[in-house]
């Protein structure tokens, strides 16, 4: 085994691998390309890392065997003169257990097996040692025997030396050892045995080493153990062992040496190890050990070796060990230690190891770290450690440094180069800054130079020792000018320097549409070739420093950002940090005298509303601005002049703005970005209108009605989107909702309204109209909170094209228009309230009666209004109405060929109604008769038809059923009838 080479034959063993690392490094140096990836590049620097532990750790056993050659020396064995010239007499039954022992272990195939089971004496048998007539020792070691260790080899009473370790072994240890008081050493490390320790082996009384590392053998450690009174060496190292640590191993009176690391041994660190004076070596790593560090180990005088790395163990780093005055090896890393390391680990005068990487460390590195004189391996990496390094470590006499994944600040100083033995450095992942200092040059052992993902940005010309074999400097902000001078270090050594930190800085420009857009990209190196992308896409004619867009548009903003390569360093892509193009795009919003209900599809850079539309205060064109909860924009006069209740302009709003002029406004901002989402609460709210482009309202707010919780939608001149039930269904008079527009839209419950980012076009035809020049409206402009009246019967009606329509209010014109078209079955008359602005009435009164006129030929007519559902005849700010309407004037004109007359008599009707219709042409019929609140009630006919034709309705409904005495409606394909059923 490792651990029993003599000293010599360890040093020999120790620069053979030293040799092989160097040339194995060289060999990496020379076969890794610089574009090597990030995966490969850190299996590379694991691989590496091993490697020095590796030679850390033979020179660490080296020393520690040397030390105890004394306690584990070979044996003289059959070199005995007494031994030579006895005259050997083995009992048949010992002779019997080597036979049984070849034969259970394929004793043909072992690799020497000179003179087993032959005439020859026992004594002569390979690996056999024999004293008298017994059997004294077994040495079989690296013999190539497989199979299952006989458990007749208890029988050999005698037995004073077992080694059948690095074999291939497998089974159980036979409980039977435990009969072989006399041994004093039993080697079995290195093979496949299983299953639990014998307790039996705690009977061993006279045994100075156990050696079962290298197995798989599992469960608990025996307490019993613990009765091995002459133990001296315990190694039970990588195995499968669970449970706690026995706490009775405190009992052990001569124990110098134990071993139990690479287990998966649990529970707390035993006090009663403690107590265990002689003990010079503690190897608890790799298991998973918890809670704190016992303080008792600071009173081990003796202790030179503590490693417990590797494991959960929390709590701070007991002061006590620094008292440990012959500690030489000390590992605790890999756990999750937390605080600071004291000072007063500088006594530990002999301390050659420190070993505390991977824990939850803090505070600074202690300057009196690089006083202590035998020291040579720090390893402080994967900690939170921070502040300077102190320069008393840079006049250290280290062979191995790692401070690397701390928070670690500074520069890295010229005295570096004093650390003349320094063979392994790693500084990566800290928040070093400025220069690589050349005097770097010096270090002329140096294998390893980790100093990537730090801030580093400038690096000297390098003339590297011929030792140097790995150089890390990615992940700092090197360019191209830095690297070009020290690429002459390839091939020789694994020289890694990409990637970079981004060059340049991040930044947000805003231009205006039409604008030009001129940016230089500044980064050191002669070799350099640009690249210029735009969300993520190339821009092929993009291919200087400099990226210049001339007359920019919206279709131009957007995130750009420059990668630049270079001839000389090859693998490494320098890209500039982003730089963030905003286009101001700018709309001119037109605002007629009176009522406007305006959004704004872009926002500007100051969005406090008074600010945006100072330029209407200042010619003084703007009364009032008002947003859906009421608060306000308005001059208070002598109370305060004007008074920005409702703060910033919001993308999703719209808003109410009451002009003494026509007045215009151009903002210039940024556009949002699709799908843009517009919370609506129960009841009204007013809109923004997001898009630049023109689209289809009704598309726009269809989701709504797919959801069932549309109500209404206004625009600013009363032009409504409503479902006009049997008379329509949803039908768009708004047509397409127009950039700088805002709209009232009234909802059944809390939902959110989703603008995506296209519609189609409207297609909407709407009725034609025109201004009326006998009735003139009170208000002006657009008027305000209007209300709809739909009249469904004009056909029949006496309404003719031609026809002036006045909406009032008692003596108050609160709307009109000019009939111009009579192909459409019916006609949206808007009216406008009062806004409460005047002192004098501009709008109806909110629960007045409904008065239409007509107007012809110079004279007023009144208009009977007939409500089609039975409500009243009142106005209703932002309401719908469906009514029939009769003037009783005599049309004067002939049907035309697709009108047809209707007459229903007699109406009102008891028993039945008779239906006749004189179709001038043949045409498909549809007559049904419906409810004033739209359900369907009875279909009548459905079919081609001709000439005249005659129904009857008997107020059945479809199923057979009297409906209630009432007003029902009639439909004639798109003519609409009122029927009064006056039943008994």
Request: glycine share 8%; with cysteine; hydrophobic share 40%.
């Amino acid at each position: 085994m490792k651990k029993l080479l003599s000293c010599s034959k360890l040093v020999s063993l120790w620069m053979v691998i030293l040799i092989l690392l160097v040339c194995n490094f060289n060999l990496h140096a020379q076969q890794n390309k610089i574009n090597t990836s990030e995966k490969q590049r850190k299996s590379l620097v694991e691989s590496q890392l091993e490697k020095i532990d590796g030679v850390i750790k033979m020179e660490v056993w080296s020393q520690i065997n040397e030390s105890i050659s004394g306690l584990i020396q070979e044996k003289p064995g059959n070199s005995s003169l007494k031994s030579a010239m006895a005259l050997e007499v083995i009992s048949e039954t010992d002779s019997l257990v080597l036979v049984k022992l070849y034969e259970d272990t394929d004793g043909p195939n072992w690799t020497n097996k000179s003179n087993w089971l032959s005439n020859q004496p026992i004594r002569t048998w390979y690996g056999i040692t024999v004293v008298g007539d017994n059997i004294t020792e077994i040495r079989l070691k690296k013999n190539n025997l497989t199979g299952s260790i006989p458990a007749e080899l208890g029988q050999l009473t005698s037995l004073e030396y077992l080694s059948l370790d690095t074999n291939n072994l497998t089974e159980n240890i036979p409980v039977e050892l435990g009969n072989l008081t006399s041994l004093g050493y039993l080697y079995l490390s290195g093979n496949q045995l299983t299953g639990s320790i014998p307790s039996e082996l705690g009977n061993l009384n006279n045994l100075l080493l156990l050696y079962l590392a290298g197995n798989s053998l599992s469960g608990i450690i025996p307490v019993s153990l613990a009765n091995l009174s002459a133990i001296r060496w315990l190694d039970l190292t990588e195995n499968e062992l669970t449970g706690n640590i026995p706490p009775e191993f405190g009992q052990f009176s001569a124990i110098e040496y134990l071993d139990l690391s690479n287990n998966q041994l649990s529970g707390s660190t035993p006090v009663e190890l403690a107590n265990l004076s002689a003990l010079k070596w503690i190897v608890l790593s790799s298991n998973q050990l918890s809670g704190t560090i016992p303080t008792e180990l600071g009173g081990m005088a003796n202790l030179e070796m503590l490693y417990l790395n590797n494991n959960q163990l929390t709590g701070s780093i007991p002061v006590e060990l620094s008292n440990i005055s012959n500690m030489r090896w000390l590992n605790l890393g890999q756990n999750q230690l937390t605080g600071s390391l004291s000072a007063g680990f500088s006594n530990l005068s002999k301390l050659e190891l420190i070993y505390l990487n991977d824990n939850l460390l803090t505070g600074s590195v202690p300057s009196e770290l690089g006083a202590i004189p035998s020291l040579r391996w720090v390893n402080l990496g994967l900690n939170q450690f921070s502040g300077t390094i102190p320069n008393e470590i840079w006049q250290s006499d280290f062979s191995l440094l790692y401070l690397d994944n701390n928070q670690l600040t500074g520069t890295l100083p010229s005295a570096l180069g004093s650390m003349t033995n320094i063979e392994w450095l790693n500084l990566n992942s800290n928040l070093f800054t400025g220069s690589i200092p050349s005097e770097i040059s010096q270090l002329n052992r140096l294998k390893i130079l980790k100093l990537d993902s730090n801030h580093l940005d400038e690096m000297p010309d390098i003339i590297a020792p011929d030792s140097i074999t790995d150089l890390t400097v990615f992940g700092n902000k090197f360019t191209f000018e830095d690297l070009e001078q020290n690429m002459d270090l390839l091939p020789s050594v694994n020289f890694v320097y990409s990637p970079q930190d981004s060059i340049g800085v991040s930044e947000t420009i805003t231009k205006n549409e039409g604008e030009t857009f001129s940016y230089t990209l500044t980064t050191g190196g002669t070799q350099n070739s640009y690249q210029w992308f735009k969300d993520g896409e190339i821009l092929p004619l993009q291919t200087s420093a400099t990226i210049d867009i001339n007359n920019l548009s919206a279709a131009d903003a957007g995130t750009y950002y420059c990668e630049v390569i270079n001839t000389l360093v090859p693998g490494l892509i320098l890209t500039s940090r982003e730089i963030t193009l905003n286009i101001n795009v700018c709309i001119k919003l037109k605002l007629s005298k009176g009522w406007n209900i305006l959004s704004s599809p872009v926002m500007p850079a100051v969005t406090d509303m008074e600010a945006i539309f100072q330029p209407f205060i200042g010619n003084k064109s703007l009364v009032k601005i008002q947003d859906e909860l009421g608060n306000t924009l308005e001059d208070r006069g002598i109370y305060g002049g004007w008074k920005n209740s409702i703060g910033d302009m919001l993308p999703t709003e719209g808003y109410a703005i009451k002009m003494s002029v026509a007045d215009s406004l151009q903002i210039c901002g940024s556009t949002v970005e699709f799908p843009f989402a517009i919370p609506l609460k129960k009841g009204w709210n007013i809109i923004s209108y997001p898009h630049l482009e023109a689209y289809n309202g009704q598309d726009v707010v269809q989701q709504l009605i797919d959801r069932d919780v549309l109500i209404k939608v206004q625009d600013e001149t009363g032009n409504s989107i409503e479902d006009y039930g049997i008379f329509g269904d949803w039908t768009n008079n708004i047509g397409n909702f127009i950039a700088g527009e805002g709209y009232k839209i009234k909802v059944s419950e809390d939902v959110v309204l989703i603008i995506n980012s296209s519609y189609p076009k409207s297609n909407t035809i709407l009725p034609k109209s025109a201004s009326a020049n006998h009735f003139k409206p009170a208000f002006a402009g657009n008027g305000i909170n209007h209300m709809n009246i739909n009249l469904v019967n004009l056909s029949g009606s006496g309404i003719i094209a031609g026809d002036e329509i006045g909406i009032f209010d008692g003596n108050i014109c609160v709307g009109s228009t000019k009939v111009t078209d009579l192909n459409s079955s019916k006609i949206n008359l808007i009216a406008s309230a009062c806004d409460g602005g005047n002192q004098l009435a501009n709008g109806f009164i909110n629960g007045n009666e409904i008065t239409l006129k007509i107007y012809r030929n110079g004279e007023e007519y009144p208009v009977t209004v007939q409500t089609i559902n039975g409500t009243k005849l009142r106005f209703e700010k932002n309401g719908t109405l469906f009514a029939f309407a009769n003037t009783e004037l005599n049309t004067g004109i002939t049907l035309s060929g697709n009108e047809f007359d209707v007459n229903l008599f007699p109406n009102p009707f008891q028993d039945y109604v008779t239906i006749k219709a004189n179709l001038p042409v043949p045409e498909n019929l549809d007559i049904e008769i419906y409810d004033l609140n739209s359900r369907w009630i009875r279909q009548l006919y459905s079919g081609l038809a001709s000439g005249q034709i005659t129904l009857q309705w008997d107020g059945n409904d479809s199923a057979g059923n009297k409906v209630a005495n009432g007003v029902y409606i009639c439909r004639i394909n798109k003519m609409w009838k009122k029927i009064i059923l006056n039943g008994n």
